[in-house]
Structure formats: structure tokens, C-alpha cells
């Protein structure tokens, strides 16, 4: 069964970090393209960061810029999403999907793509 689980996600204070891991299983994760997502309470989801499979390419959305990193470790199967500087406006579900759209600060899913997982909550307040 193809499938990406998150996890990392938490309760933190304005200014904390966290670390969410994508992992895969059931399929190749280095063959892939991967993005983060996220969606607030009663917004739309939107994407935060891409990375290519090589890992060679990495796409921000605007907001994330300077506090984001994406990175993967292949021979893990695993993305991971650094999140430092976190501020209340990050507060979200954060998810990962394969085979996003990329282009500069713009992050899409794939066109058809709808098998969202769980995703990893993130909570930022004070």
C-alpha cells in the first residue's frame, strides 16, 4: 500500500521550532518529488514547501521563506520539514504529497490529487 505519514507536529510557543517528518511507505520516497502542505482552521490548503527528488531543488512559499527548510534523507525514505521562528499564523495540519506542482514560491498538488493523509497538527501560542 503506497502511503506518506506525518509526525512531528506539537504545541509551541511563538519563536519555537519543530520538526515534521514525512515518511513513505510501499513505495520509492527518492523517486518522488515532495511537498509540504497545510491548512488552517476554515482556509484553504495551501503549500509551503517542495523539494525534488534529488533533492537538488527546494521552493518556499513566501511567508516560510527564512524560517522553513526542507530536506530529505533518501536511504530513510523520509522528507522533513524544519520549522523555526514559528509564529501563531503557522498554526495548521501540515501534510506531506508526492509529486507536487513547483514553481518558484507557488507549491501545488499534482492535478487529480485527493489521498491527503492524517497530516500532523501544529499548534503556535502563547
Known amino acids: 500500500q503506497v502511503q506518506l505519514v506525518e509526525s512531528g507536529g506539537g504545541s509551541v510557543q511563538p519563536g519555537g521550532s519543530l520538526r515534521l517528518s514525512c515518511a513513505a511507505s510501499g513505495f520509492t520516497l527518492g523517486d518522488h518529488a515532495i511537498g509540504w502542505f497545510r491548512q488552517a482552521p476554515g482556509k484553504e490548503r495551501e503549500g509551503v514547501a517542495c523539494i525534488s527528488d534529488s533533492g537538488t531543488n527546494r521552493h518556499y512559499e513566501g511567508s516560510v521563506e527564512a524560517r522553513f527548510t526542507i530536506s530529505r534523507d533518501n536511504a530513510k525514505n523520509t522528507v522533513y520539514l524544519r520549522m523555526n521562528d514559528l509564529k501563531p499564523e503557522d498554526t495548521a495540519v501540515y501534510y506531506c504529497?508526492?509529486?507536487?506542482?513547483?514553481?518558484?514560491?507557488?507549491?501545488?498538488?499534482?492535478?487529480?490529487?485527493?489521498?491527503w493523509g492524517q497530516g500532523t497538527q501544529v499548534t503556535v501560542s502563547s
Open positions: 504529497a508526492a509529486d507536487p506542482v513547483c514553481m518558484g514560491s507557488r507549491i501545488d498538488p499534482r492535478p487529480g490529487f485527493h489521498s
